[in-house]
Every structure is written in C-alpha cells, then in structure tokens.
C-alpha cells in the first residue's frame, strides 16, 4: 500500500481501498497522502457490483478475488500470492527493489471517475495499542456501569441473506453494549449510527481478520485490570460470523485462551466431525445462532 501511494503522489490518480483494506485509513503513516482518498464499497462478496462502477484499475491484494466480470476484467490487476486466468500479475520487484505499478497508474489516467455509492465517514483504529491507550477511561465506564458488556462480533461476510442477522442484531443491542469487530464483518453494521459511551464509540474496529489478535490482548489487558482470575469473568458474549478457514483459526486461538460459550454463525462449521462438534460443546460450551429475539435474550440474561 505505502509503495503504491508513494508511486501514485503527484500523478493525479486519487487512491481508494475496498473491503478489508478499509484500515489502511488507520495507519497515521499515511494521512500524508492526500490523495488516499477514502473507502470504495463494502465487504468483498460485493465487489462484482462495486467494481463495475469503480470505472478505474483495482489492485486485487488478497486471497478474496472472486471470478471477475466482463465489464471490469480488462482493469483488475493481481499482485503479491493473489492470482487469477487471464488477469494482469504485478511481480515483486527484481532483487528486493519496489514493485512496478506503472502500468496500473498509466491505465488510472484513461479512466473515468468512480461512480458515487455513498458518502459518509466510519470511525475506526481501535487495535490494542489504542484502546489500551484510553483503557482507564473503559475501565472507568464499566465501573460505572455506563459500558455494561462487549460483544466481540468480528469474522467474516457473505451474500447469505441470514448473515443480514448480524445487522439486526447490532441494531437490538442496548446502549449499555460495546461491539468490538475484525475482519469483515464489520460491514454489516459499521455504517449504524450506534452512536458514543462517553466518548467510546459503540463499534469498535481493531482492522482486519488477523487483528482479531488485538481483540484478545484488549480482552487479556481488560482481566488484568480488573484483578480477574478467569477470561470467562470478563463482561464479555462472543457472536462470531465464521466464513473459511482464517476464522476458524480465530476460534481455535479464543479457545486456547480458555474463552468459553462462543455463539458461532450463520451456522456451525459443516466439516466438523460429530465427535470434534461434541468436544467443542461439552468442554468449551460453542453454540449456534438462533434468532435476534431470543439469542438478545439468552446473551443478555433476560
């Protein structure tokens, strides 16, 4: 990211990042670009939609391509272990030097402007060092009662309509909640207007789904704070979106932690084997989803 905004400074080609790379916007190191312009669209299941009407190049980074359409193949670029039949591959540099990204830029130039979707701002940044930063004003806030417990909503999304619970299930949530989130599941709901807790916004973003890290080491520092013995103790509920494989190894970290009743959704895991499923069960207590109604219910002791 930081070669191709060094590359494309003073050229003319505004950049913009989709779906997973939205924390990038985090990174202060960059806020000296200014034509780092902003986040295009949303989670990466939309991006057939979203590219067409981006007009220019993408960049594809991540393992979250899906087959490109005819009306954006001739702009979509691959780089890095991302790959794809007959889409252009940026190469790593010759002997440790920058990538090339000329060609992608000259082609930013012949394009038209992206199409707008929407306009607005999304907070976010919150990975361990910040939040450990203001941790005795969330510490301050739990004593207080005003921040009555968290939910870690973070994993992946899909275009499976019952992901859309996720959405709802946010909304329901009571003032008193805190969501912190990872990966891009966060676009079911970091768009709600959840508003503050004094100053602590209610959806608190640590990146991407490898920052799922910095939900645990908030939810380690958080036990030691508050003298606890058990990560159990925390007031903390666990509603995970799960997609493929970099989530699971989310769940197999908490549970290494000793993190227990973790719901997991839309549904479990398919190629868990009925003996694995009954351990996951029986000893750290994973469960499903059912419906907004009643999981408010059984999170919230009503």
């Given at each position: 990211?930081?070669?191709?905004?060094?590359?494309?400074?003073?050229?003319?080609?505004?950049?913009?990042?989709?779906?997973e790379?939205?924390?990038?916007?985090?990174?202060?190191?960059f806020?000296k670009?200014?034509?780092f312009?902003?986040n295009y669209g949303n989670?990466?299941w939309q991006?057939?939609?979203?590219f067409a009407?981006?007009?220019g190049?993408?960049?594809?980074?991540t393992?979250?391509?899906?087959?490109p359409k005819?009306?954006y193949?001739d702009r979509?670029y691959?780089t890095?272990n991302?790959?794809?039949p007959d889409?252009?591959?940026?190469?790593e540099g010759?002997?440790g030097q920058?990538k090339?990204?000329?060609?992608?830029?000259?082609?930013?130039?012949?394009c038209?402007?992206p199409?707008?979707?929407?306009?607005g701002?999304?907070?976010?940044g919150f990975?361990?060092?910040?939040?450990t930063?203001i941790a005795?004003?969330?510490?301050?806030?739990?004593?207080?009662?005003a921040?009555?417990?968290?939910?870690?909503?973070?994993?992946?999304d899909g275009r499976m309509?019952?992901?859309?619970y996720?959405?709802?299930?946010?909304?329901?949530?009571p003032r008193?909640?805190?969501?912190?989130?990872?990966g891009?599941?966060?676009?079911k709901?970091?768009?709600l207007d959840?508003g503050?807790?004094g100053?602590?916004?209610?959806?608190?973003?640590a990146?991407q789904c490898n920052?799922?890290?910095?939900?645990?080491?908030?939810?380690?520092k958080l036990?030691?704070?508050?003298?606890?013995?058990?990560?159990?103790?925390?007031p903390?509920?666990?509603?995970?979106?799960?997609?493929e494989?970099?989530?699971?190894i989310?769940?197999?970290?908490l549970?290494y932690?000793?993190v227990?009743?973790?719901h997991?959704?839309?549904?479990l895991?398919a190629?868990?084997?009925?003996?694995?499923a009954n351990i996951?069960?029986?000893k750290?207590?994973?469960?499903?989803?059912t419906n907004?109604?009643?999981?408010?219910?059984?999170?919230?002791?009503?």
């Amino acid at each position: 990211m930081e070669e191709l905004l060094r590359q494309t400074e003073g050229t003319g080609v505004d950049v913009y990042t989709h779906s997973e790379m939205l924390p990038a916007h985090y990174y202060p190191a960059f806020k000296k670009y200014e034509h780092f312009v902003g986040n295009y669209g949303n989670a990466w299941w939309q991006q057939a939609t979203e590219f067409a009407a981006f007009n220019g190049p993408i960049l594809m980074t991540t393992n979250c391509i899906v087959p490109p359409k005819s009306s954006y193949l001739d702009r979509i670029y691959t780089t890095g272990n991302t790959g794809f039949p007959d889409v252009r591959h940026i190469p790593e540099g010759p002997e440790g030097q920058p990538k090339d990204f000329s060609e992608i830029i000259a082609h930013a130039k012949c394009c038209n402007p992206p199409t707008e979707l929407e306009s607005g701002e999304i907070v976010g940044g919150f990975a361990h060092h910040t939040v450990t930063g203001i941790a005795d004003q969330v510490v301050d806030a739990v004593k207080a009662g005003a921040i009555k417990r968290f939910f870690v909503m973070a994993g992946c999304d899909g275009r499976m309509k019952s992901r859309n619970y996720y959405t709802e299930f946010a909304r329901e949530l009571p003032r008193g909640t805190v969501i912190l989130t990872a990966g891009c599941a966060k676009y079911k709901y970091n768009k709600l207007d959840l508003g503050e807790i004094g100053g602590i916004p209610r959806v608190l973003d640590a990146g991407q789904c490898n920052d799922s890290y910095s939900l645990a080491v908030i939810a380690l520092k958080l036990k030691e704070i508050l003298g606890l013995e058990d990560i159990n103790e925390l007031p903390i509920s666990y509603n995970i979106a799960w997609y493929e494989q970099k989530a699971v190894i989310v769940l197999l970290a908490l549970l290494y932690l000793g993190v227990k009743n973790i719901h997991l959704g839309p549904t479990l895991p398919a190629f868990l084997s009925p003996n694995v499923a009954n351990i996951l069960v029986e000893k750290f207590g994973i469960a499903g989803i059912t419906n907004v109604e009643d999981d408010m219910k059984l999170f919230l002791g009503a």
